[in-house]
């Protein structure tokens, strides 16, 4: 039989659209240089991330550097038998087309291993291959020439003398790119909606695709309305296929076959990718599955492992946390796998995973927000504790306590506005759990030292409280005991002192003169009154509190040791500062044991120490305690923190001072 004349057999032209993959392709290049024998590569990445395109890219910019081009889908041995017997047929077309059409499947794709093993200067590319063994034995009788191999699994390659070349979703740049290119004249000045859009689609390319081409073909829609349906009505984007698109290669059908099959593989796998799903993508430790539908823990494990063969999921290790423990496995799953997946479940059969999720997590999250060995679980699982946990969660409380031993108050007010706002939706705006998640997001605003804002909202609450509550009722009392506070923190003394004063006789009358409630009400009015320009009877007040808080508490209380510390400032603001200085220095040292030595008021009573101590004469020995002081505030707090800045503010003026 004549030799065919540069036969190429490829699918289709490939795209225009075709960016961010130049490195990949050279990577291709590189890995397909010429050598001895047969030289295989393999395709790795999650459905839609575009493997089939750089393959098709690959080999329609290198066409001329081989005399046969050809590609045939994988998916199956019938598949490969059909594609190899397809390639006879092709290269014997008007030579002798009458014995190639008698020929068997099974004979004529024999023909084509036997020719392709016998010459060089060829490209083949098995698309989509499903198992390592569907094309193995077909690899074997292959000596010379080019093989390109595409495929969701990436297990069994270098057993074969393969290495993956894993294929991941592209830059945001490449995506915005990708996605203007597609829609034209519609994106132009609209790269804040592209890039959300892109956020939102995970930058897979498949899915770009799809939104663009969209968005390009169908009247009325722009990005910023194709990003609206996004959210009201997922499902039905993630399937909509373009005008003249292929409606099999959309988001909502490419891993449909990859859930049969592991579906009849280990249905396992599948109700694990169902609760993963309900997590945030990135990052889940494989510990919070410990449990998972009553499965051991070796199950759990070998359906993970199934589902990052196909590139459903990523599975990495990350390095131990803390003193103590061990490395531990994470896993990420791309958001379009996640919607997709949920996509396909009833409302019920969502709201049952999500539940199990939830569980899972709860359980994970550690028990004590104060143990600082617990600290990296808790920002590894703060996350997934935002999208997974219930709003009226104990354990997304537990998260918050955290936050706030953390000093991140940013992160905690973000949170509480999260458990408001869903409290809100689903209990209304006036239940009083939702009164409740209100109050406590005040209460974050003002350690975000916004002192005017959470005064605002403080006052803005109790009327609320007092109408659906009552005006005496405990939590309507704590909301006006807050106002009070922060009315003084934003600048207004006097009435916070009043205010104090008012609350102070309604606990005494409702509780008694010794009740801890009362006792913090004398408390803040003691501190209001010195804030206010009297200093001497604030201290008088505070040193007539203190037996009193040690003999209900105990000296070790963190309200006794409070009281301790307002003391001694009330103390040498009036007058007596190596006093206030004395009683501070006795005070740290509990605090640090008590508190620990990075607690926040542990930090105030190390800073007050120190500027007391120059206001009684050392300023030497203020500047020396302020500069050990700082760097410790910068990494507990941040440089930017109120308290930072005062302790540098400080420091600046004791070094001037002690010259």
């Keep these: 039989m004549a030799e065919p004349e540069a036969l190429v057999g490829l699918p289709r032209l490939p795209v225009a659209?075709?960016?961010?993959?130049?490195?990949?392709?050279?990577?291709?290049?590189?890995?397909?240089?010429?050598?001895?024998?047969?030289?295989?590569?393999?395709?790795?990445?999650?459905?839609?991330?575009?493997?089939?395109?750089l393959a098709l890219q690959y080999a329609h910019r290198h066409r001329a550097d081989y005399r046969l081009v050809w590609w045939m889908e994988a998916e199956s041995p019938a598949h490969v038998q059909a594609g190899l017997a397809g390639l006879t047929r092709a290269m014997v077309a008007g030579?002798?087309?009458?014995?190639?059409?008698?020929?068997?499947?099974?004979?004529?794709?024999?023909?084509?291993?036997?020719?392709?093993?016998?010459?060089?200067?060829?490209?083949?590319?098995?698309?989509?291959?499903?198992?390592?063994?569907?094309?193995?034995?077909?690899?074997?009788?292959?000596?010379?020439?080019?093989?390109?191999?595409?495929t969701r699994r990436d297990i069994g390659w270098p057993q074969r003398g393969i290495t993956p070349l894993r294929l991941e979703?592209?830059?945001?740049?490449?995506?915005?790119?990708?996605?203007?290119?597609?829609?034209?004249?519609?994106?132009?000045?609209?790269?804040?909606?592209?890039?959300?859009?892109?956020?939102?689609?995970?930058?897979l390319p498949l899915a770009l695709a799809q939104a663009g081409a969209y968005i390009a073909r169908t009247p009325g829609i722009t990005p910023a309305?194709?990003?609206?349906?996004?959210?009201?009505?997922?499902?039905?984007?993630?399937?909509a296929a373009p005008a003249g698109g292929d409606a099999a290669r959309v988001v909502a059908k490419v891993w449909t076959l990859s859930h049969a099959?592991?579906?009849?593989?280990?249905?396992?796998?599948?109700?694990?990718?169902?609760?993963?799903?309900?997590?945030?993508?990135?990052?889940?430790?494989?510990?919070?599955?410990?449990?998972?539908?009553?499965?051991?823990?070796?199950?759990?494990?070998?359906?993970?492992a199934l589902l990052a063969s196909y590139s459903l999921i990523t599975v990495t290790t990350s390095p131990a946390l803390g003193l103590g423990r061990a490395p531990e496995d994470l896993v990420s799953v791309h958001r379009l796998v996640q919607a997709v997946t949920l996509d396909q479940l009833t409302p019920d059969q969502r709201e049952r995973w999500r539940a199990v999720a939830a569980g899972l997590l709860q359980d994970a999250v550690p028990a004590?927000?104060?143990?600082?060995?617990?600290?990296?679980?808790?920002?590894?699982?703060?996350?997934?504790?935002?999208?997974?946990?219930?709003?009226?969660?104990?354990?997304?409380?537990?998260?918050?306590?955290?936050?706030?031993?953390?000093?991140?108050?940013?992160?905690?007010?973000?949170l509480s506005r999260h458990i408001h706002d869903t409290l809100a939706a689903s209990r209304g705006a006036e239940h009083p759990s939702t009164l409740a998640a209100r109050h406590e997001l005040a209460g974050w605003t003002g350690l975000t030292w916004d002192t005017a804002a959470a005064r605002d909202e403080f006052a803005a609450l109790l009327p609320i409280r007092e109408r659906v509550l009552g005006a005496e009722h405990p939590d309507t009392l704590i909301t006006r005991s807050y106002l009070a506070n922060y009315t003084g923190l934003a600048g207004d003394a006097a009435a916070a002192r009043e205010q104090c004063a008012a609350l102070l006789a309604i606990y005494a009358r409702l509780h008694g003169v010794d009740h801890p409630l009362t006792l913090d009400a004398r408390h803040d009015m003691a501190h209001w009154t010195g804030e206010e320009g009297d200093p001497v009877t604030a201290r008088d007040q505070l040193a007539a509190l203190l037996p009193i808080r040690e003999r209900l508490h105990g000296a070790e209380d963190p309200r006794t040791l409070l009281v301790r510390h307002v003391l001694?400032?009330?103390?040498?603001?009036?007058?007596?500062?190596?006093a206030a200085r004395d009683q501070l220095a006795a005070l740290?040292?509990?605090?640090?044991?008590?508190?620990?030595?990075?607690?926040?008021?542990?930090?105030?009573?190390?800073?007050?120490?120190?500027?007391?101590?120059?206001?009684?004469?050392?300023?030497?020995?203020?500047?020396?305690?302020?500069?050990?002081?700082?760097?410790?505030?910068?990494?507990?707090?941040?440089?930017?923190?109120?308290?930072?800045?005062?302790?540098?503010?400080?420091?600046?003026?004791?070094?001037?001072?002690?010259?």
């Excluded at 309305?225 to 399937?239: E, G, K, N, V």
């Excluded at 504790?385 to 997304?396: G, I, K, Y």
């Excluded at 740290?588 to 120490?609: K, Q, S």
Aim: charged content about 20%; proline content about 6%.
């Design 17 to 53: 659209s075709f960016v961010g993959r130049e490195q990949a392709l050279s990577a291709l290049r590189e890995a397909l240089a010429t050598g001895p024998g047969v030289i295989s590569q393999a395709i790795v990445g999650l459905g839609g991330v575009g493997k089939s395109e």
């Design 95 to 150: 030579v002798d087309s009458v014995a190639a059409e008698q020929a068997t499947t099974e004979e004529a794709a024999a023909w084509a291993l036997a020719w392709l093993g016998t010459r060089t200067g060829w490209l083949v590319v098995f698309d989509n291959v499903e198992e390592v063994a569907d094309v193995e034995p077909h690899l074997a009788w292959l000596a010379r020439g080019h093989v390109l191999i595409t």
């Design 169 to 203: 979703v592209l830059d945001r740049p490449a995506s915005i790119t990708l996605l203007a290119g597609l829609i034209g004249s519609l994106a132009a000045d609209r790269r804040p909606v592209l890039n959300e859009l892109a956020n939102r689609l995970g930058d």
């Design 225 to 239: 309305r194709y990003l609206r349906l996004l959210s009201d009505t997922p499902a039905r984007m993630h399937a």
């Design 261 to 304: 099959r592991l579906r009849a593989i280990d249905p396992l796998t599948v109700r694990v990718l169902n609760v993963l799903s309900c997590y945030a993508p990135d990052d889940l430790p494989v510990t919070v599955l410990t449990g998972f539908d009553d499965a051991d823990d070796v199950a759990v494990s070998e359906a993970l």
């Design 368 to 414: 004590d927000p104060q143990s600082r060995a617990d600290w990296p679980l808790f920002a590894r699982l703060l996350p997934h504790a935002r999208v997974a946990l219930p709003a009226s969660s104990p354990a997304l409380q537990r998260m918050l306590s955290y936050l706030g031993s953390r000093a991140d108050h940013h992160t905690a007010k973000e």
């Design 568 to 578: 001694a400032r009330w103390t040498g603001a009036a007058g007596d500062p190596a």
């Design 588 to 659: 740290l040292p509990i605090r640090e044991r008590v508190l620990g030595a990075d607690n926040l008021n542990t930090l105030i009573t190390r800073h007050d120490l120190a500027v007391w101590t120059g206001e009684a004469g050392a300023p030497a020995a203020a500047r020396d305690q302020l500069a050990a002081l700082l760097p410790l505030r910068e990494r507990v707090l941040g440089a930017e923190d109120p308290y930072t800045l005062a302790t540098r503010r400080e420091l600046a003026r004791w070094t001037q001072l002690a010259r």
